[in-house]
C-alpha cells in the first residue's frame, strides 16, 4: 500500500504570480465558492494560489508543486519574500466558511510562507486546483478583496518586484524569449509606475551587456518596423557582480 503524506495543518506557502500582457501587469488569482449558510448561492471570493505544507516536502518544493498545478509550468522565477503569521489571519466569515468546507481543523493557526513567482503570461494554460473554480489574470490596478490577509501578501510582493526589478535582471522573466526595447520600457515603467527617459534607457540597456539584438524586426506593423532583442541569461548568470556593479555605481540607475 503506497504512502500518502499528509499535510501540515500549521504551515503553508501562498504564491504570487505576477504576468505581463497588453502592457498591463496582471495577478493570477484563484476564485473559490464559498458556501453561504443565509442562501442557496455560494459566494464567489479570490484568493491567492497555495496550499497548505505536505509532510514529506520543504517549502521550496510546496511552492513549485502549486506552481505547476496551476500553471503547468516548472523551471519559472520564483524566490520567497516574506512570511506572515498573523494570529488574526483567519478573522472573516467567510474565510471561516470556506475553511469549515475545506479542513479538518478550520480553527489550526497557519504561518505562510509567501514567494513571488514571474511568469510570460503568454505561455500559460491555467488549471485550477481542487480548491478552485477558476483562475484569472487580474489587472494590479483590479484587483478586489481577497481572502485572508493575501492583500497584504501581494502589496509586499509588489513592493519587492520594484525594488528587485532596479537591482537585478529579473524583469525579462516576464517577457516572451523575443521583445522589442519598446517592450521593454513599457515593462520597466509599468512596474515602476513612471516614465523613463528613452534615449537613457535604450543606452543603458545596451551598454549592460544583459540584452542582445537580433537580425529579426517586428513584420506586418504599421509603423517603422522595431529590432528584436534577446535576455543574454549567460552573461547575467556569470557576471553577476558586473549587473549589481551597474546599479551601486550609477551607471543603470533608471531614474536619471
Known sequence: MAFT?????????????????????RLL???????????????????????????????????????????????IYLTQFQTFGDPLRIAKAKDRAWLESVRQDPDARVITVAYMALIDSQKVVLQPGSFSQEAVWIPIHEVPELAFDHNEIYEQALAALKERIQLQPIGFELLPEK???????????????????????????????????????????SNKPARFYIFNRDFAQNNPSAIYNLRMDGSFTLFN
Open 179 to 221: 521583445f522589442t526595447m519598446g517592450e521593454l520600457q513599457s515593462l520597466y515603467e509599468t512596474i515602476l509606475e513612471r516614465d523613463l527617459d528613452k534615449r537613457n534607457f535604450r543606452r543603458k540597456m545596451l551598454n549592460s551587456g544583459i540584452i542582445s539584438p537580433l537580425a529579426e524586426k517586428q513584420i506586418g506593423v
Open 5 to 25: 503524506p499528509s499535510l501540515n495543518p500549521h504551515v503553508s506557502t501562498d504564491c504570487v504570480i505576477f504576468g505581463f500582457s497588453q502592457e498591463t501587469l
Open 29 to 75: 488569482l484563484i476564485r473559490r465558492n464559498i458556501p453561504n449558510r443565509l442562501t442557496d448561492v455560494n459566494d464567489i471570493h479570490y484568493a491567492l494560489p497555495g496550499d497548505l505544507v505536505k509532510d514529506d516536502e520543504n517549502l521550496n518544493n510546496a511552492a513549485n508543486r502549486v506552481l505547476a498545478e496551476l500553471t503547468g509550468l516548472k523551471g
